[in-house]
């Protein structure tokens, strides 16, 4: 999926829409999508923990278009980004 980083900006975009959408529905169950609503949650504590967990979620969507999912993926990563990397990474 690295390769996505060299195919442009639109490619790039429509990747994330692809994700996003998964992230949304498919990764999120019943009980996630009525938590993070601040209406709907059972409390608080619940409503936080539910819009951290769909920010995980989507975080690792962002991961995986970006770097493939994993330190295999290094050598794909933009120069500027790569150079910011650990090499025992």
Known sequence: MIAILQQGPLAI???FVVVHALADFPLQGE?????????TASSKAEW???LAAHSVIHGGGVWLVLFGGGPMSKPGIP???RD????DF
């Open 31 to 39: 009980y996630l999508a009525r938590q993070k609503k601040r209406e």
């Open 13 to 15: 975009f429509a990747a």
């Open 79 to 81: 120069a500027s980004l």
């Open 84 to 87: 910011t990397i650990p090499a």
């Open 48 to 50: 936080l923990v539910a």
